[in-house]
């Protein structure tokens, strides 16, 4: 089995920041892209940010330049280090990866449960 747990979240004020983790265990062989997603009440989940093995990113651009992800291959986590947080960031966290569990298996999505982000004004 695969799991994502992830943490860091919390409440903070506007302008502040807070560094999400998000590390990936269980049967794992490889993974190939891994990031972040977000929901906001009465919202679709959307892309945050996502980061290749090779470490090529890609942002949604309402967080670009505030927000940066990264990665540890060796210890199979992500990060998303968040910065200058506004109250439209309040949401739930999702994180992603695209893991392949066995070597002869195909690669597949799977989630974290979630960690709640909220900003105040």
């Known amino acids: 089995q695969v799991q994502l747990v992830e943490s860091g979240g919390g409440l903070v004020q506007a302008g502040g920041s807070l560094r999400l983790s998000c590390a990936a265990s269980?049967?794992?062989?490889?993974?190939?892209?891994m990031g972040w997603y977000r929901q906001a009440p009465g919202k679709q989940r959307e892309l945050v940010g996502e980061?290749?093995?090779?470490?090529?990113?890609n942002y949604a651009d309402s967080v670009k330049g505030r927000f940066t992800i990264s990665r540890d291959n060796a210890k199979n986590t992500v990060y998303l280090q968040m910065n200058s947080l506004k109250p439209e960031d309040t949401a739930v966290y999702y994180c992603?990866?695209?893991?392949?569990?066995?070597?002869?298996?195909?690669?597949?999505?799977?989630w974290g449960q979630g960690t709640q982000v909220t900003v105040s004004s």
């Open positions: 269980g049967s794992i062989f490889s993974i190939n892209a």
């Open positions: 992603n990866a695209n893991i392949r569990p066995f070597s002869g298996s195909r690669y597949a999505d799977y």
């Open positions: 980061i290749t093995r090779g470490g090529s990113t």
